[in-house]
């Protein structure tokens, strides 16, 4: 029987985590093109700084309460998996494990990226919304890393889109469809749909994630005193 004919279709991924995803790819484009062109442009990637943070908090939070494929655990880029997926033997619906490998890792360079977003400052126009936290030697130390770290995340990237393509041309398996409709073509006649998540943990999600915003907005930063008035001679 044909290997394709084997395969049947399962819910991977639900709709936060494809939200996140998208989400994530368009800020992330966004921030780039901001950061690149500055001028008034400049205050506009600080908020879209604010929203990144937001949303790698939100999905920090769904990899452990969320649906069974979201969720880091199901996940785990462990050596065993890894010299499976090398030898051509492993089989499973979500991430395999060099899949696995590039989210953490894209993840964690993102996340270094957003903040030290939040400490870095221009020398003209723009300061970080923490950057106050910090003396000027150590915001400047946050602000070099911001912008070697870009580097990093595009060559990232770039990875990233390599393994789609060859994923689609080579193996003939396409990556984007199933993170926009959830659904997976699967091997592994054991593989169950995902489940969990929900609405309650899904909100338990937002509410830190916009609490993690708040903080990184510096809502509990003191605003400066106002200047003392003009003499009125």
Same mark, same amino acid.
């Given at each position: 029987?044909?290997?394709?004919?084997?395969?049947?279709?399962?819910?991977?991924?639900?709709?936060?985590?494809?939200?996140?995803?998208?989400?994530?790819?368009?800020? +992330?484009? *966004?921030?780039? =093109?901001? &950061?690149? /062109?500055?001028?008034?442009? !400049? @205050?506009?990637?600080?908020? %879209?700084?604010?929203?990144?943070?937001?949303?790698?908090?939100?999905?920090?939070?769904?990899?452990?309460?969320?649906?069974?494929?979201?969720?880091?655990?199901?996940?785990?880029?462990?050596?065993?998996?890894?010299?499976?997926?090398?030898?051509?033997?492993?089989?499973?619906?979500?991430?395999?494990? +060099?899949? *696995?490998?590039? =989210?953490? &890792?894209? /993840?964690?360079?993102?996340? !270094? @990226?957003?903040?030290?977003? %939040?400490?870095?400052?221009?020398?003209?126009?723009?300061?970080?919304?923490?950057?106050?936290?910090?003396?000027?030697?150590?915001?400047?130390?946050?602000?070099?890393?911001?912008?070697?770290?870009?580097?990093?995340?595009?060559?990232?990237?770039?990875?990233?889109?390599?393994?789609?393509?060859?994923?689609?041309?080579?193996?003939?398996?396409?990556?984007?469809?199933?993170?926009?409709?959830?659904?997976?073509?699967?091997?592994?006649?054991?593989?169950?749909?995902?489940?969990?998540?929900?609405?309650?943990?899904?909100?338990?999600?937002?509410?830190?994630?916009?609490?993690?915003?708040?903080?990184?907005?510096?809502?509990?930063?003191?605003?400066?005193?106002?200047?003392?008035?003009?003499?009125?001679?």
């Amino acid at each position: 029987m044909d290997q394709a004919l084997r395969k049947r279709p399962i819910l991977v991924w639900d709709l936060p985590t494809r939200l996140f995803h998208w989400l994530l790819v368009a800020l +992330m484009v *966004a921030a780039f =093109v901001t &950061g690149q /062109l500055g001028g008034d442009l !400049i @205050q506009w990637h600080g908020r %879209l700084g604010l929203a990144i943070i937001g949303l790698l908090a939100f999905r920090l939070v769904w990899g452990f309460v969320g649906s069974t494929y979201a969720r880091f655990a199901s996940f785990m880029p462990r050596p065993a998996a890894l010299v499976a997926y090398l030898r051509g033997r492993w089989r499973g619906p979500g991430h395999n494990p +060099m899949g *696995a490998l590039s =989210v953490y &890792g894209l /993840l964690t360079v993102v996340a !270094i @990226q957003a903040t030290t977003g %939040l400490f870095a400052n221009d020398d003209i126009a723009f300061q970080g919304h923490l950057a106050a936290l910090v003396d000027g030697t150590t915001s400047q130390f946050l602000t070099s890393i911001h912008r070697l770290n870009v580097s990093l995340l595009l060559a990232l990237v770039g990875l990233h889109l390599a393994a789609i393509l060859f994923y689609t041309w080579v193996k003939r398996e396409s990556l984007v469809p199933p993170m926009i409709t959830g659904i997976k073509l699967v091997e592994d006649a054991q593989a169950e749909p995902a489940a969990g998540g929900g609405l309650v943990p899904f909100l338990v999600a937002l509410l830190i994630a916009l609490g993690i915003v708040s903080l990184a907005a510096g809502v509990l930063i003191e605003p400066p005193p106002p200047p003392p008035p003009a003499p009125e001679w």
